[in-house]
């Protein structure tokens, strides 16, 4: 049996899954526990360095093959070279301050670190805020969030500078970083400052025909159009599906339920 234990697995320790597994979970999110917040006197967060990549070896407690929660069942990635990912960030803090993390370190809301579901731990990685092209570095060291259409919780640091404690969640790319050469560019050739347009693609389709089958559905679903857009993979053609751009995360997720309640699979965040 695997269990790893962090900070919210501590309330759930008792409820055993079907599968036999004891509950796996991770960091907060305001799903999870509307008490958490900032600290009642906030530090100079901009003071405090990104974190520093270097190589380090796998946890032991916090890479295995796969794990479950709330009937979910994740898989977590051997290796995280390549990775990139566009969503919804959310972030976590007091509540959780000083509590055990999914890979056995200490969570610290004055750190730079941050949780994801399937990156292996620890990973670093570049997190961009692409509504205002803010870029941090982070430490991914818990697992979570497991919110629906969130992608990764910051620490209170981490998301206090990339701008997004007072709305409480943001659009973020995350890129990982090779340790040994944790240079990466901005995303969409953004600069510092810049924020790009962002987008809920419901698809990619080989021929247009097959793209205006799926734009006529999402079409009879939403109150707002949607439209197809053409991009260039591997030197072909494909024909995607998109509706924005999107101003706020609240509307994405208002989008995203709508979608799902007329049987179309949850579309992704992008960003052009």
Not at 55 to 61: A, G, I, L, W
Not at 156 to 180: N, S
Not at 187 to 206: C, E, R, T
Request: aromatic content about 8%.
């Amino acid at each position: 049996m695997t269990t790893i234990r962090s900070p919210i697995s501590r309330r759930f320790s008792r409820i055993v899954l079907s599968s036999g597994l004891l509950l796996l979970s991770a960091c907060a999110t305001p799903v999870f526990d509307s008490q958490d917040g900032a600290p009642a006197r906030p530090a100079d967060v901009n003071a405090i360095p990104d974190a520093v990549p270097r190589v380090e070896p796998r946890s032991k407690y916090g890479n295995p093959p796969t794990y479950e929660v709330f009937g979910q069942r994740y898989h977590v990635m051997e290796v995280s070279d390549g990775f990139v990912e566009q969503g919804i960030a959310s972030w976590y803090g007091t509540k959780f301050h000083n509590q055990r993390t999914s890979s056995g370190e200490t969570y610290d809301m004055y750190a730079m670190t941050a949780a994801h579901k399937n990156l292996p731990l620890p990973t670093y990685a570049r997190v961009t805020n692409l509504e205002n092209g803010r870029s941090v570095i982070v430490k991914v060291n818990d697992r979570g969030p497991f919110a629906k259409n969130r992608i990764i919780d910051l620490s209170y640091t981490a998301a206090t500078r990339l701008g997004i404690i007072a709305k409480g969640t943001g659009f973020v790319e995350i890129r990982a970083l090779d340790p040994r050469h944790p240079q990466t560019p901005l995303p969409a050739g953004q600069a510092p400052g810049q924020h790009a347009n962002v987008y809920l693609q419901v698809g990619s389709y080989p021929t247009r025909d097959k793209a205006e089958q799926m734009l006529d559905r999402v079409n009879r679903a939403l109150p707002v159009g949607a439209h197809i857009t053409e991009g260039i993979a591997t030197q072909r053609t494909y024909y995607r599906v998109r509706i924005g751009p999107i101003s706020s995360v609240a509307e994405a997720d208002k989008i995203a339920a709508i979608l799902t309640e007329s049987g179309i699979e949850a579309p992704r965040l992008v960003a052009d």
